[in-house]
């Protein structure tokens, strides 16, 4: 009866462990496929995302540069329109000699 009971175990162990190792590379293979492929996939929207960013930064500091020195040209511009203007109110331009 104790051989029979042994064998039995055995049976069921072997059994056992054949079904956890099935189980096992089953999730390996197809559960963990479809989350890498997510994975994959949300790695490229964010790379897409940061070549946007890039695109639009390299855009808005270009724009900014530009408003910038307009701005600096028409503020130099009002600085000597101001001190020509003071100059001749005051008459010191033209008896500058």
Known sequence: MNEIN?????NFLDSGSEYFYKQNNKFEVNY???PL???AD???KLNENFK???ESSTNLSESLNKLTFFGVLIAGTSIILLLIQFLFENKIWPFIQ
């Open 6 to 10: 042994e064998q039995k175990l055995n």
């Open 42 to 44: 949300g790695l490229k």
């Open 32 to 34: 963990m496929i479809q």
């Open 52 to 54: 946007k960013a890039d």
């Open 37 to 39: 492929k997510d994975v």
